[in-house]
């Protein structure tokens, strides 16, 4: 049974943060919310965990992986990152954008796009998600928490409780955080393409 945590969406208790990150670190898969809809978590490394994201989403092996950093200083260890894409990305973080790139060597190959070798990225702005990161002082390796069987992201923390109680080990709850998932852009290939529209401003990418 998943373990729920209720907690306080501006002061987000130091003690919830702390036991669910250590769920993190012990191989856990996580419920939590981002300024872009509630989203599947776990650590970047967890072979079992992507598994499971892959099962509870019914994802195949093209799918995105987003990588979520604390900051930019992480973000840059992860994707190759020219002069021109530092500015973009830069003025648009933290916010709702998903940033697809090409991955260093710190990424596992299993988080790849299996021909581009790309990642997402993305810098939340969402209080909760960043005391976890800054706790965790690791990225989380994450997905939409959109099921196969509905049109939009499930937005209730004690109702994500109720349908995935056994298939995830913790749900975090700070509110609604909203159905919108992020805007994602393709910085890998020579024009930035936009491949998904949400709730990131998309004029300075066009």
Known sequence: MATYFD???????????GKVADIV??????AYPTDSCFALGCQPGNKKGIDRIRSIRRLDDRHHFTLVCQDFAQLGQLVHINNQVFRAIKASTPGSYTFILPATKEVPRRLLHPKKKTVGVRIPDHVTTQALLTELGEPLLSSTLLLPDQEEPMTQGWDIKERLDHEVDAVIDSGDCGTEPTTVIDFSVPEPEIVRYGAGDTSRFE
Do not use: Y
Request: charged share 30%; aromatic share 0%; hydrophobic share 30%.
């Open 7 to 17: 907690v306080h969406p501006k002061n987000p208790q130091r003690r919830a943060i």
């Open 25 to 30: 670190r012990n191989d856990g898969l996580i």
